[in-house]
């Protein structure tokens, strides 16, 4: 299979259509469409259906693009890998869920740039389902999730936790009688929680998927939320958030998923790693 067949492919989802696809490869439209019915000739199969305003994936369409994105990210990894300069000794590979980049995040890729000066690191954002599938597909070595990311020859550690606050915009309020108040999805165990603390409040008329999304809404048009304080507390440093008093404060875990056969570069920063596991569990 052609993996310039794939790239062609895939180009045409990202964008659209055909002609936006031959703009963003360089190459005629023809080009592209040669590419496209090579592809489906090969595969046996339809992989797209085109109309005026754009295209479509059929079912083999779709199947094809799950593979074809692990095929890509692989060929990507083998040249990294096959390509190293001469003062390089390996590649650090991790993924982070977005949320975690301004704390764990940007720590643990911190000491791995101090531990590792001769090592080419790649960041790479994605929720748990993706790093799972990242892990699986060994695109990645590591990843940093609130999921347990468990799986055949991996390394699961809890490494961290962060406080989930009360915020708002206003100095007095609360879920039970603001009905501004957002919903955040932030875990089962925060659902858990969050459902015993207010069971006595209304439904929320608003919910987000993640806290980014939702202190932009309050910014942008008042209200409170539970937020990971991390992400918050530059806001109620600068005085546009202010902490509800009197509310409970939850919590949630932080995990470091590793594939255990990963030598070298990961192994060597495996004291990181135990660092944070102690400091989690002496923790009260």
């Known amino acids: 299979m052609n993996l310039v067949n794939l790239q062609t492919f895939l180009k045409i989802i990202e964008t659209g259509n055909l002609v936006r ?120 070595e590591a990843a940093i999730s609130y999921t347990p990311l468990t799986g055949n020859g991996r390394t699961v550690r809890k490494v961290a936790k962060e406080n989930l606050v009360l915020y708002s915009n206003r100095h007095e309020t609360s879920p039970r009688a603001d009905p501004l108040y957002i919903f955040v999805d932030l875990g089962e165990k925060f659902r858990t929680a969050h459902t015993a603390a207010y069971s006595d409040a209304g439904v929320a008329k608003s919910s987000y998927g993640s806290p980014v999304w939702a202190i932009d809404h309050i910014l942008r048009y008042g209200g409170s939320a539970y937020l990971p304080e991390h992400l918050a507390e530059p806001y109620y440093q600068r005085g546009d958030f202010f902490k509800v008093p009197d509310t409970p404060i939850f919590d949630r875990d932080i995990y470091f998923a590793m594939l255990s056969d990963e030598s070298d570069v990961w192994q060597r920063i495996s004291p990181l790693i135990d660092a944070l596991q102690a400091a989690v569990e002496k923790a009260p």
């Open 21 to 140: 696809a031959s703009v963003a490869l360089n190459v005629t439209q023809s080009t592209v469409t040669a590419r496209l019915k090579q592809l489906e000739e090969e595969l046996g199969q339809p992989l797209l259906h085109r109309h005026k305003t754009g295209v479509a994936l059929t079912n083999p369409g779709h199947k094809l693009k799950t593979y074809a994105e692990v095929m890509m990210g692989l060929w990507r990894q083998i040249r990294l890998d096959v390509s190293l300069p001469k003062e390089i000794d390996g590649i650090c590979n991790l993924g982070c869920e977005p949320d975690l980049w301004g704390s764990l995040g940007r720590e643990v890729t911190g000491q791995i740039l101090d531990l590792q000066m001769r090592t080419l690191l790649s960041i790479v954002p994605g929720d748990a389902v993706a790093l799972d599938k990242m892990l699986a597909t060994r695109t990645i």
